[in-house]
């Protein structure tokens, strides 16, 4: 009289055998990350995001940038670019990553976008790029090179000039052609770093506390890129008339960027400070880019192979289970 034991087995085996399955339907995309979705094993921990400026500006331009991601709790460090050369000003951030624990958010805008790819190169702790307005140079590249390959930078408007020509080169004293610190010309300013998107008297502060960059800056040649190695994301500003806005979109597509296109001047952080924090935001919020894009993750097939061993496994016990009653 033990028949009735197998029957009951049989039917709670298939029960039990579906939770596995149940339960990795359930989980869906939210298996398919760490941390909860997050993609950081310490959902709460945020990664710091450094904002990098350029040429003709200064750190005080991410103002509203940096208090909107502040009371949306990231740290957020808006260091100082020396602008004195490529190589230069590229060591001189590296060292300044290195001294921030955790993930991090790496932003450049304009020159900042070209010290930015060189002082990443090795770091793991730089997990996004995001550029904007910038230049992301490819090895062996110069800024200003790169601001000719098509048209639309109003820089120079004879590419003979030693000096573009809407540059004031004011000597450093050292008494080479090429020692000197380059200012965007006050009558130029509001068109080419503005694109005439503010009033006369925003435009004329902004040319008068300009910090300036060597020639050096603009002539040295880039090292090996960061963003062929790192997820980057891209804000094109269609009105761009420092680097040109088809100069921007090509940078974009090489280095394969989540891009955004924002009807703005170059000087973006001027006009459209909350694109700039949305695109950081979406670079934040996306640590592991690859995984997302192809929608499988060590936790998925981990919980699938789980899943499969256990019906497997199961099926064995229920067909076992029916041979003993014949």
């Given at each position: ?13 298939p ?6 399955t149940?339960?990795l339907?359930?989980?869906?995309p939210?298996a ?9 094993p310490?959902?709460?921990a945020?990664?710091?995001?450094v ?8 750190a005080s ?10 009371a949306k ?38 020159y900042?976008?070209a010290v930015?790819?060189?002082a990443?190169?090795?770091?793991p702790n ?39 020509t ?20 006050p ?28 020639a ?18 891209y ?32 000087a ?16 934040a919020h996306?640590?592991r ?16 192979g789980?899943?499969l ?6 099926t ?11």
């Amino acid at each position: 009289m033990t028949q009735p034991r197998p029957a009951r087995i049989r039917r709670v085996l298939p029960l039990a055998l579906l939770l596995p399955t149940a339960a990795l339907i359930s989980a869906g995309p939210a298996a398919a990350s760490e941390g909860g979705g997050s993609g950081d094993p310490h959902p709460s921990a945020k990664p710091t995001v450094v904002l990098v400026h350029g040429a003709w500006a200064d750190a005080s331009g991410w103002s509203e940038v940096t208090e909107s991601l502040q009371a949306k709790g990231y740290p957020v460090v808006a260091t100082a670019n020396p602008l004195r050369s490529l190589t230069g000003d590229s060591a001189y951030l590296a060292a300044r990553l290195k001294t921030i624990k955790g993930p991090i958010v790496l932003v450049g805008h304009s020159y900042g976008g070209a010290v930015i790819t060189n002082a990443a190169t090795g770091n793991p702790n730089v997990k996004s790029l995001v550029y904007i307005a910038a230049f992301a140079p490819d090895r062996g590249e110069a800024t200003l090179q790169l601001a000719a390959k098509y048209p639309g930078s109003r820089l120079t408007d004879d590419p003979a000039a030693p000096i573009p020509t809407a540059l004031d080169a004011v000597p450093l004293g050292g008494g080479g052609p090429t020692d000197v610190d380059l200012y965007v010309k006050p009558d130029k300013f509001g068109d080419v770093f503005l694109s005439d998107r503010l009033d006369a008297s925003r435009a004329n502060v902004l040319a008068a506390s300009q910090r300036p960059a060597t020639a050096v800056t603009g002539a040295e040649k880039s090292g090996p890129p960061a963003w062929k190695t790192i997820p980057s994301w891209y804000l094109v500003a269609t009105d761009d008339r420092t680097i040109g806005t088809e100069n921007l979109r090509f940078m974009a597509e090489r280095a394969g960027s989540t891009t955004v296109e924002v009807d703005a001047p170059h000087a973006v952080m001027e006009t459209n400070p909350g694109d700039i924090t949305d695109l950081i935001l979406q670079a934040a919020h996306d640590t592991r880019p690859g995984l997302a894009r192809t929608g499988t993750s060590p936790q998925t097939l981990a919980l699938a192979g789980t899943a499969l061993l256990a019906l497997t496994g199961g099926t064995a016990l229920v067909l076992g289970s029916r041979r003993s009653r014949v």
